[in-house]
């Protein structure tokens, strides 16, 4: 399903979507299948994509899978259990920006190779990948779907190279980008994190073998205990038993995507060994600190802006009220494109508080503004609740470049902050003030020097260079700052 359609999982849009949340388990017992757990896991990574999910088992060298578009809920059923068979397994939830949400593109992806069978789950984007799928095509290929993803299937797949582990490093050589991999190749299972480490990865120890997951939370809800973080440029192959690190590329620098902490993650994950939950609160305060605040109370934008405003209410020492009530029962909602105009996507989410907002001058705490819209027709709901005064303080800087690294925001002209001053789009959102966190007050707040981490899509310094695809053909990206690495 593709966001033009619409049919709309998500009716508060304007922010960026993240692509992907993947998880791998293993059990050195081979009785002991480890779909329920994948499951979990997933279940605790939904808010990383909603668009599909699929989860794929390896028993007897063959893999079982499933997957389908929609939420978890709505693709597996308890039948599916017991299908799903095996003591490895990979499973994958999927917002789909490089190819189309069609079912062919809905991961995990498997085939069979010199190796056995494979399965793989990929979070990100890889840049250059049109270059390697035209190779390919060109070597005789037969591509099956428009994702990025089966191209690396196809690389380790044409290797020459009989070791697996040999032949995954040379694959990886060959791609550019985004891309952290959970797979199942030879009967292990192989978790991968890119160079830079735009995406993040964990691993865990169960009672009976590993996991590795996109992020903290999922370990939690499977009872796994926390080991560590992958490193940027690192492959773990577990066979069950042990663990194997190779380190197959180092950087100058790492590129942590900085939007995990803002808004992608969930609060009580712990990405590279920081709370989430703790640097929002320190977004809110360092946001609060550089703003001249009026207002008699602090309400989030929920749900990502509450933790945020806690630490922006206590450090401006004014009341923290719930203004905004979020109805979390919404799944997919059909609406037509006319009622969008009205503001009918908003309301469906959201509804005013009006005994907190009326006749109060309010501060609104919100982590992002891509397209401005829906910011807008937030604020005049505030205002149609009788709010005197309507103050708006986002805890990520404004948006200006594109992301090619797997997030929805990669044509420029649909970010407002792209072509607009702060003035100009506090006109259009109607709001009495508007202030902004700076790049150096998140880095603060995070507490990694900037350049541990990506800030591209507000300062147009992106890790790796890329090529950026536009209707009138390719235009390279030397109009932004590429920093050669
Ligand atoms: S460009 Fe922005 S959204 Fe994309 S990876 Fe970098 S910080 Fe994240």
């Given at each position: 399903?593709?966001k033009?359609?619409n049919f709309d999982s998500d009716v508060i849009m304007d922010r960026p979507e ?28 939904q808010h990383?994509?909603q ?20 939420l978890?809920t ?188 803002i808004y992608?993650?969930r609060a ?12 929002r609160?320190?977004?809110g ?10 207002a008699d109370i602090v309400i989030p934008v929920p749900d990502s802006g509450i933790t945020t405003a806690i630490g922006f209410a206590?450090?401006?020492?004014i009341p923290l009220e719930i203004g905004l009530f979020k109805n979390s029962y919404v799944g997919r909602t059909f609406i037509d494109p006319g009622a969008d105009d009205r503001g009918s996507r908003v309301k469906i989410k959201l509804n005013p508080i009006k005994n907190a907002l009326n006749g109060k001058k309010v501060a609104v705490v919100d982590d992002s503004i891509v397209r401005g819209t829906t910011s807008k027709r937030i604020i005049k709901m505030i205002r149609d609740a009788g709010a005197e005064e309507v103050h708006m303080y986002i805890s ?20 407002i ?9 506090r006109?259009f959102l109607e709001v009495d003030t508007l ?51």
């Amino acid at each position: 399903m593709n966001k033009k359609d619409n049919f709309d999982s998500d009716v508060i849009m304007d922010r960026p979507e993240e692509a992907c949340g993947i998880i791998g388990v293993i059990s050195r017992d081979k009785r002991d299948d480890v779909c329920e757990r994948i499951y979990l896991g997933l279940y605790a990574l939904q808010h990383r994509g909603q668009e599909s999910a699929g989860i794929a088992t390896y028993h007897d060298e063959f893999v079982n899978i499933k997957r389908g578009n929609g939420l978890l809920t709505s693709v597996f059923t308890p039948g599916d259990f017991k299908i799903l068979e095996g003591n490895i397994g990979i499973g994958h939830v999927r917002y789909s920006t490089t190819g189309s949400g069609y079912v062919q593109n809905v991961q995990p992806i498997i085939a069979r190779f010199w190796g056995g069978m494979m399965a793989i789950s990929h979070n990100g984007n890889i840049v250059n990948s049109k270059e390697l799928r035209n190779a390919l095509i060109e070597n005789g290929a037969i591509i099956h779907s428009s994702s990025d993803t089966e191209i690396i299937l196809h690389l380790i797949a044409q290797q020459k190279e009989r070791c697996l582990e040999k032949a995954i490093l040379s694959s990886l050589d060959r791609i550019s980008g985004a891309y952290t991999i959970v797979q199942i190749a030879g009967g292990k299972l192989i978790g991968i994190r890119d160079p830079y480490g735009f995406r993040p990865l964990c691993l865990g120890r169960t009672v009976n073998g590993y996991v590795m997951a996109s992020e903290t939370t999922a370990l939690d809800i499977i009872g796994a205990a926390f080991v560590r973080d992958v490193y940027p440029g690192e492959m773990i192959v577990c066979d069950g038993n042990e663990v194997k690190s190779y380190r197959f590329k180092e950087t100058q620098r790492n590129a942590l995507c900085v939007f995990e902490y803002i808004y992608f993650a969930r609060a009580d994950s712990i990405i590279d060994g920081i709370s989430v939950y703790e640097v929002r609160k320190k977004m809110g305060k360092e946001l609060a600190r550089m703003s001249k605040i009026s207002a008699d109370i602090v309400i989030p934008v929920p749900d990502s802006g509450i933790t945020t405003a806690i630490g922006f209410a206590r450090e401006a020492n004014i009341p923290l009220e719930i203004g905004l009530f979020k109805n979390s029962y919404v799944g997919r909602t059909f609406i037509d494109p006319g009622a969008d105009d009205r503001g009918s996507r908003v309301k469906i989410k959201l509804n005013p508080i009006k005994n907190a907002l009326n006749g109060k001058k309010v501060a609104v705490v919100d982590d992002s503004i891509v397209r401005g819209t829906t910011s807008k027709r937030i604020i005049k709901m505030i205002r149609d609740a009788g709010a005197e005064e309507v103050h708006m303080y986002i805890s990520s800087p404004p948006i200006t470049h594109p992301c090619f690294f797997g997030i929805d925001t990669s044509v420029k002209k649909t970010l407002i902050a792209s072509a607009q001053t702060i003035e100009s789009i506090r006109r259009f959102l109607e709001v009495d003030t508007l202030a902004y966190i700076t790049i150096e007050g998140l880095s603060k707040a995070v507490g990694k020097p900037l350049d541990t981490l990506c800030y591209a899509c507000f300062n147009g310094d992106y890790p790796v260079p890329v090529i950026e695809e536009s209707e009138d053909g390719k235009l390279l990206l030397e109009e932004y700052k590429v920093l050669e690495r």
